[in-house]
């Protein structure tokens, strides 16, 4: 009984922990759409070709293109 019940302790904490490493609706919604994919696929080639391994914590932003008249 003693194992059930820290098996399903762990499950919950998995299952928390999963739930909070998303991103929901109201963050990240408008930033997510402006990533530069060309940046990010220059540099993982980069380090692809250096047995090296990128961890994105924040993807680089793309710039917006200016409105000028």
């Known amino acids: 009984m003693r194992s059930l019940a820290m ?3 762990v499950l919950l904490c998995l299952g928390l922990s999963a739930c909070a490493g998303t991103t929901g ?6 930033a997510g759409n402006n990533i ?3 940046k990010v696929l ?13 961890v994105w914590i924040q993807y680089p932003q793309a710039r917006e293109k200016r409105k000028d008249g």
């Open 25 to 30: 609706s109201t963050r990240g919604s408008a």
């Open 7 to 9: 098996g399903m302790a």
């Open 36 to 38: 530069d994919y060309g």
């Open 42 to 54: 220059a540099v993982n080639q980069w380090a692809v070709r250096r047995h090296a391994t990128v």
